[in-house]
C-alpha cells in the first residue's frame, strides 16, 4: 500500500513539474538549442509490452527534443535504433541532414513488438552505430539515450561499462516497470544526472524537458557543484574531472594525487631525488656537490668548505670529516680539540684545609700545589671541570664545577683565594662536596654520562669531627677520593678517606715545601697516559729498587774489571816490544 502511494506522490510532483515547464515560456523551435556538435543515438524499446500508444508517446518524446536541437551535418547528428528481441537501426547519424527529414523517418517507425534484449542493443549501439561508416565524427561526443518499459532479458553491465570506456555517455530512461537497478548499470555516473525513472509514457515528455537543459548549453561545471579538486571539463548534460599536469585522478573520479616520479624509479639521480607535481631535481647528501649534469655528485673537501673547528689538523673523507692531533695528544670527546690527557676528562672538586694550623705562608703554598694540579689536566668545558671547596670550622664553596672553563682562569681565581683560619671540620667539608660540589646545580655532569668524579682532600691535621660517615658516602656514590696529608696530618684517617687501592690515592709528606712532588705524582695517577715512555718515580729504599740498584752495581764493576784487564795486558804487550828493541 505504502509503495502504491508513494508511486502516486511521485507521478504528482512530476506531473506537476510538467504543469509548471509547460506555463512558461519554452525555448520553441525558433530559438534552437546551440550546444557544441554532439552525435547522439536514441535506443528505443519496442518489445511487446510497449502498447502501441505507449509507442506513439515515445515518438513524440524523440521529436519534441528535436524541434530543440540545432540538427545539421557540422552540428548535432542523430540516429534511432529499435531493439526486442532483435536490433534495427532504423537510421544511422548520417541519413538525415535536416530537422523534416529526420522527423519523417521517426513517424516511419514500425515497431518489433518481441522481447527485451538491452544488452544486445547496446552493444549494436557502440560496434555499428557510433562508427566512421555510420557517420561517427572523430573527437565529437557521443551520446545515448536508451528508453525502456522492461527488465532486460540478457546481461547489460558488462556491455555498458564497455561501451562507456569507449566515451559513449549513456542516458538510461525508465518507464512504468523499468527495474533500477538494470538502469543504473546502463548508465553513466554521476547516476542522479543520467537516470530516469517515470511512472507513464504520458510523463516521458518530463525527462525530455531535463534532458533539454542538459544537452543545450547548460555548463555544469559552472551550475552544479561538480567536486573536482583541480579541472572540471563540461559535456552536452554532464561533466568530468581532470588533474593538472603532474597528478594522477583518484578512484573517486573527483579529486587528485601528485605523481611521485621519484617513488615511481622514473629518475637516475645518483644520491638524493627531490620529487614535485609532474617533475624531479637531483640532491646529493651533505659532504657532496652536484655536477653540472644535474644528476651525478662529487665528493667535497668539507676541511675546505665548512667551519670544521679542529684545533689542529682536519681531514677530508666521502661525505664528511674528523679531526686529528699532533704527535703526544689525544683528541678529546667534543671530537675537535686536543690535549696531553684524554682520561683527565673528569668533574675535579679539591678540598682545602683553611684552618689556622696551616699558617698564611703555608696556605700559598697550597694554592701552588693546586694550580700545579690544574696544570697537568686538560681544563675546558667539554674537558676537565674543576671546583675549589676551603674548610676550617666552617665550609665555603670558592668556585663551583661550572664557573671557569680554562686553566688560567681558574688559577687566577685559586690566588685570590683568603685564607678562613679556624678549625678543621672535614667531615663537614665532605658533607658539603657530597651534597653540593657534585650537584648538576654546580655544574657536576649527569651521572649518565659516565664522566668521573674526583674529590681531593687536602689537610695538615686531625679532624675535628667524624669523617667515617661521609668518607663511605662519597665512595658509594661513585666518587674517586685522593686524601694528601702534610705535618699533622693523621695517617690512618687520610687512609679512610682515600679510594681503593688507597696506596694509589693516599700521599703524605711531613714538609709543605715538599707537597709539589706529590703534584707530580698525583698526575700520573690521574691521567696514566702522561706516564707513557717515562722513568717511574718509585722509592729508593724499596727492597725491589735496593736489587736492582745491586744488580746494575755489579754488572758496572764486571764491565770495568774487564776494561782493566784488557789494560793490563795491552801495557805488558808494549813492554815487551821496548825491551825487544834494546
Partial sequence: MKMRQLRALCGFILLTLAVLANARPKAGSDQKCKSGPVDLVFLIDSSRSVRPHEFETMRKFMIDILNTLDIGPDTTRVGVVQYSSQVRSEFSLKAHRNLESMVKGINQIIP???????????????????????????????????????????????????????????????????????????????????????ESFDLIHQ????????????????????GCEHICESSPGSYHCLCLPGYTLNDDGKTCTAIDLCAEGKHDCEQICVSAPGVFTCDCNKGYTLNEDKKTCSNMDLCNTVEHGCEHQCVSTPGSYYCVCPEGQLLQ????????????NIDLVLLIDGSKSVRPQNFELVKKFVNQVVDSLDVSAHGTRVGLVQYSSRVRTEFSLNMYHTADEIKAAVMKVDYMEKGTMTGLALKHMLENS???????????????????VFTDGRSQDDITEFAKKAKEAGITMYAVGVGKAVEDELREIASEPVEKHFY???????????????????????????????????????????????????????????????????????????
Avoid at 557517420?135 to 539515450?145: E, L, T
Fill in 112 to 198: 518489433l513488438a518481441q522481447g527485451t534484449m538491452t544488452g544486445l542493443a547496446i552493444r549494436y549501439v557502440m560496434n555499428e552505430a557510433f562508427t566512421a561508416e555510420a557517420g561517427d565524427r572523430p573527437k565529437v561526443p557521443n551520446v545515448a539515450v536508451i528508453v525502456t518499459d522492461g527488465r532486460p532479458q540478457d546481461r547489460v553491465a558488462e556491455v555498458a561499462a564497455e561501451a562507456r570506456e569507449k566515451g559513449i555517455e549513456i542516458y538510461a530512461v525508465g518507464v512504468a516497470r523499468a527495474d533500477m537497478a538494470s538502469l543504473r548499470a546502463m548508465a553513466s555516473p554521476p547516476f542522479e544526472d543520467h537516470v530516469f525513472l517515470v
Fill in 207 to 226: 525527462f525530455g524537458l531535463q534532458f533539454q537543459d542538459k544537452l543545450c548549453g547548460v555548463d555544469l561545471c559552472l551550475e552544479s557543484d561538480h
Fill in 333 to 344: 670527546e667534543d671530537g675537535k680539540s686536543c690535549g696531553t690527557c684524554k682520561s683527565a
Fill in 438 to 456: 657534585f650537584s648538576e646545580a654546580e655544574g657536576a655532569r649527569p651521572a649518565s654520562r659516565n664522566i668521573p668524579r674526583v674529590g681531593l
Fill in 508 to 582: 703524605y709528606t711531613t714538609d709543605f715545601s715538599a707537597i709539589s712532588t706529590i703534584a707530580e705524582n698525583l698526575k700520573l695517577n690521574v691521567c696514566p697516559e702522561e706516564s707513557q715512555g717515562e722513568i717511574e718515580v718509585k722509592d729508593p729504599c724499596a727492597c725491589e729498587s735496593l736489587v736492582e740498584f745491586q744488580q746494575a752495581t755489579m754488572s758496572s764493576l764486571e764491565q770495568l774489571t774487564q776494561k782493566l784487564a784488557g789494560m793490563t795486558a795491552r801495557l805488558e804487550q808494549l813492554e815487551n816490544q821496548l825491551l825487544s828493541k834494546k
